[in-house]
């Protein structure tokens, strides 16, 4: 049997900002935290759902032992029933990008870093009449509603993409591509950062998804929930937080805890696999660990150089 090949060393340098992706549950709040112990810095999170004041344990925020640590932005700073996009996000990590901290930004939401590294056309959002409209027309006939250079890109196949592209021409009378040609430069460029992926083996995961579910349990998850269950409105995008539908369900008397807790754990399974599908395409450039070491930071080398 050939043996395991030691994984590749990460030069950390504590002037260049650092980002950690990787799906749920497999260490990055506890690398970008190692790191900032190590050489400083301020931790930002890139999660859409930690954003919000409402679920910390649920969306596994940053204890108190860990905010007393490092420094901390963007967890916990918009109110459960407001909305929230990529590009308020990027406008709130502008200003951390230009402080005097070097930025640690770590989280799971592949489109935060996307828009972040690659630029974001910030399009107006749907009008659910639009919307609508779409719904009830065929691929065929939005496919012929769309500009000749939008059509060229997209893949036609796709009924999700092509009602994207239409919906975006019906909007805002621009075609997707222009939109897209018009991205702004990104806010950080992959040249001008350390980009770390966590690469989790999907057994390992699931198994570290139903024990930190159990944890969430044991740490308050459902008095959690039974202080957000008034305000309860599963329109609200906090309300996507795994695991909040299911005890709000359990408090409610429509499910056992016992089928709650499965429920939310397969949910979490599955949008974990999703996280895992994205960042395999979409960070082909960026350095990867494996998640399942024994010790992540062993994979790191903390330099003092500039360059």
Request: charged share 25%; aromatic share 6%; glycine share 6%.
């Amino acid at each position: 049997m050939r043996a395991k090949s030691l994984p590749e060393t990460i030069r950390i340098i504590p002037s260049r900002p650092v980002l950690i992706a990787g799906p749920t549950a497999s260490g990055k709040s506890a690398l970008a935290l190692e790191i900032a112990r190590q050489q400083g810095g301020v931790i930002v999170n890139a999660d859409a759902l930690q954003v919000f004041q409402g679920w910390r344990v649920l969306t596994a925020r940053p204890d108190d032992a860990d905010l007393a640590a490092a420094p901390h932005r963007l967890y916990g700073h918009i109110p459960f029933d407001a909305d929230y996009s990529t590009g308020q996000w990027l406008r709130d990590v502008k200003p951390l990008l230009a402080g005097g901290e070097r930025p640690i930004i770590v989280g799971g939401t592949g489109l935060n870093f996307h828009a972040l590294t690659q630029g974001l056309a910030e399009i107006p959002p749907t009008p659910q009449s639009i919307r609508d409209a779409g719904n009830a027309m065929t691929r065929e006939a939005m496919i012929a509603a769309l500009d000749p250079v939008t059509r060229s890109r997209i893949d036609l196949a796709n009924r999700a993409r092509v009602q994207r592209a239409w919906e975006v021409l019906e909007t805002t009378g621009r075609g997707l591509a222009d939109w897209q040609d018009a991205t702004p430069p990104p806010l950080l460029p992959l040249r001008a950062v350390t980009a770390i992926t966590l690469d989790a083996p999907k057994d390992w995961l699931n198994d570290r998804i139903a024990r930190r579910f159990d944890q969430m349990l044991d740490g308050g998850a459902l008095d959690e929930a039974r202080q957000m269950l008034p305000l309860w409105d599963p329109s609200h995008l906090s309300s996507k937080a795994i695991g909040a539908p299911e005890l709000i369900a359990y408090l409610r008397g429509e499910m056992t805890l016992e089928d709650a807790r499965d429920a939310a754990i397969v949910a979490t399974r599955q949008y974990a696999k999703r996280q895992r599908t994205w960042f395999r395409s979409r960070h082909k450039a960026w350095r990867h660990i494996s998640a399942d070491l024994p010790d992540l930071s062993a994979t790191l080398r903390f330099d003092a150089g500039e360059k």
